[in-house]
């Protein structure tokens, strides 16, 4: 790869603290891996494992391990002194052993170090063990004891006159999630909360009162069942709080490592933000600081990204060091670049949204742009399916092109269903990546449906959901595997029995491969299952059926991308940032931005730092809502960084096209209509 003088500069330049500006598709990881080669050849006591680099993902970790195998095995084939083959021979050999992770790893890396710590906030044993879900079984729990202690001093709750217990419990879920995922001082938020709720009406303040006081009750219950285990997200809390309150483990922390490099930082949290301010000071041990991002590819507040965090660390390195920009587009052809910029050049900042854009450079200058050649729209009226259009537009492209070239990118994973089932029908080839809906597919539920007539196959319900699923063609097949398995049910496993299913209906001659790929996905579930709690048949039904019903978040089972298979890709923008694709298919772009998103029934007002609600009466005509006195205003402040992701999300979506851009909405979306057709169209 041939150096520009931008990346040149990123490259060499030595200052201590470094913050790099870097656009979509302009080579950061390159450039990142090139970066750490350099310092090391340019000092001869400097190691990998002086360093410190975090990413943002599992996946992202893989791929700059094998940059920097591929970059140390070339500088050791290469080297014609023998000490410098020794070194670089042992710099390939540390890669596997060095500090390249996620920065959940990192934290995890220095807990365990620490050993065990002991505190007014802290308490931590490298014997902890991560649970990702230990809030839930504290809500779980306090939520029944609650309950019964109300029943037993007879006091009526008011949240239940406006909606059951199992909606209950679940704003309350939503509340303390959102509390925790933000990095807020809940005890902070609890207090703030109460003392504005007595300027409430009466209802609103009991409503209030009673949500607080359960949030309280979670969390200090959540703490207690932090002696034996941590959510992942205590790991940053619990790093920050020693480093910030130990100066002699800061110290520790701070001569480990010479370097520090992360990647992905739009992304920071609140927590890794001040953490890395805490370990990279100005005092002389301090390490160096390389860090990597671009606010507009900033799309994950949900999980506690803080672009504030992030501008906080822009301003603080410009005042201490310097902040270098990427700007030249090399995965994009020169046109399409161009067009993307004029979309964005076209969006003004207004009072419900912004979006700061930094325009990108294409890789060579053009004088002659043909938008035709790039970007193409597939528009529907009302009537028309949006899944078959596309299906049809593709079937017509396949006939000259490879379907591997082709990537729907979806903004939620709801999205997809009718996209797959078209697909399935008109017999075009796709793998779903990265889809958090595994147990919403038909096949998932298929086989709930068969086991539960395994069970009891005396019920009649059962007996017709079975017939009715993709194993099953006529009724003496479903009798037919009844007779042949019901004698090995009590000794079967789960898996075993699936596997049974499976091997007897021949499901995989008859399926595609993401249908067939989720199947075993669901056989090796069972597999665990069995293996860590012995789990039966039945219990087996009821574990299924609970996630069936409740939508758990489960990602479909990846279909490995081979040069032999020729699959069009469904993915969400989410799951796509990073990647790249010939030519990216954006439907659904008439639709407006989740209402959900938008009016959440709980909020964060982030100025008073007070939680808000607005309740739909769940027993009443749909539209009744009842609202406490700061939401309006907090739902203001909210929809503004709200609609500003969205910007946000679209440009990462449109920048992951090499070649070009389809997009698909309807030909009579109202041009008032905030949504990413209004936003897209240039014309």
């Not at 075993?520 to 219990?539: G, M, P, V």
């Amino acid at each position: 790869m041939r150096l520009t003088d931008e990346q040149k500069a990123v490259i060499n330049e030595n200052s201590k603290k470094i913050l790099v500006k870097a656009g979509a598709g302009t080579g950061k990881t390159e450039i990142l891996t090139r970066r750490i080669i350099r310092l090391i050849e340019d000092d001869p006591t400097l190691s990998i494992r002086d360093m410190a680099i975090i990413t943002f993902t599992n996946k992202a970790t893989e791929e700059l391990q094998s940059r920097l195998k591929r970059l140390f095995y070339r500088k050791w084939k290469n080297c014609t002194s023998i000490a410098e083959k020794k070194r670089f021979r042992y710099e390939l050999e540390s890669l596997n052993s060095c500090q390249i992770s996620t920065i959940h790893k990192f934290c995890r890396a220095i807990l365990d170090e620490i050993g065990p710590y002991y505190s007014k906030d802290v308490l931590f044993s490298p014997n902890f063990q991560i649970k990702p879900d230990s809030h839930k079984k504290a809500i779980d729990d306090v939520f029944e004891i609650w309950i019964q202690q109300k029943k037993e001093q007879q006091k009526s709750i008011e949240h239940l006159n406006i909606m059951p217990i199992h909606k209950f419990k679940e704003v309350v879920s939503n509340a303390y999630e959102l509390l925790r995922t933000k990095g807020l001082d809940i005890a902070k938020v609890i207090k703030q909360t109460r003392r504005y709720a007595n300027l409430e009406d009466p209802i609103q303040r009991k409503l209030k009162i009673e949500l607080i006081e359960l949030i309280e009750q979670v969390y200090e219950y959540h703490l207690k069942l932090k002696y034996h285990s941590l959510d992942i997200d205590d790991l940053l809390e619990y790093c920050y709080k020693i480093l910030k309150e130990n100066p002699n483990i800061l110290e520790r922390v701070k001569n480990k490592y010479r370097h520090i490099f992360i990647d992905e930082f739009q992304d920071t949290s609140l927590y890794q933000a001040q953490m890395i301010q805490l370990i990279c000071d100005d005092s002389e041990n301090a390490p160096s600081l390389f860090v990597v991002g671009d606010l507009k590819q900033s799309i994950y507040e949900f999980r506690g990204a803080d672009t504030d965090s992030y501008s906080k660390i822009e301003k603080w390195i410009k005042e201490k060091g310097v902040v270098l920009s990427l700007s030249t587009n090399w995965r994009s052809e020169p046109d399409l670049v161009v067009f993307v910029n004029k979309i964005f050049d076209n969006i003004k900042e207004n009072k419900k949204y912004v979006f700061y854009h930094d325009p990108l450079k294409p890789r060579k200058n053009k004088t002659k742009l043909d938008f035709s050649k790039i970007s193409e729209w597939i528009l529907c009226n009302g009537e028309e399916s949006q899944a078959k259009k596309v299906a049809e537009w593709l079937k017509n492209e396949l006939k000259h092109k490879d379907a591997n070239n082709f990537c729907l990118l979806f903004r939620k994973n709801f999205e997809m269903r009718s996209f797959i089932e078209e697909f399935t029908k008109q017999g075009i080839q796709f793998r779903v990546v990265g889809s958090g809906d595994f147990f919403n597919q038909k096949e998932i539920i298929d086989s709930l449906k068969i086991i539960q007539y395994l069970k009891s196959p005396y019920l009649k319900q059962y007996f017709v959901e079975a017939i009715n699923t993709i194993f099953i063609d006529k009724e003496t097949d479903l009798q037919n595997l009844y007779e042949k398995i019901h004698s090995h049910l009590d000794t079967f496993t789960p898996a075993q029995t699936l596997d049974f299913i499976y091997k007897f209906t021949k499901i995989r001659e008859r399926s595609s491969t993401q249908v067939y790929a989720n199947l075993i996905k669901l056989k090796q579930l069972a597999r665990k299952l069995s293996f860590n709690e012995n789990i039966t048949l039945y219990q087996f039904a009821e574990w299924l059926s609970a996630m069936v019903q409740a939508g758990k978040d489960e990602p479909q089972a990846d279909v490995p991308k081979q040069e032999s298979n020729n699959y069009v890709t469904f993915m969400t923008i989410h799951k796509a940032k990073g990647l790249e694709f010939p030519v990216v298919i954006l439907p659904n772009l008439d639709q407006s931005i989740s209402q959900q998103a938008l009016n959440p029934e709980i909020l964060y007002h982030r100025d008073k730092g007070t939680l808000e609600f607005s309740y739909e009466k769940y027993y009443s005509q749909a539209g009744w809502r009842i609202l406490s006195r700061g939401y309006d205003e907090a739902v203001s402040l909210n929809q503004y960084h709200t609609y500003s992701e969205e910007l946000r999300v679209l440009y990462v979506a449109l920048t992951r096209a090499k070649e070009k851009l389809v997009f698909v909405g309807n030909e009579r979306c109202p041009k008032d209509k905030i949504c990413y057709q209004n936003w897209i169209r240039i014309d």
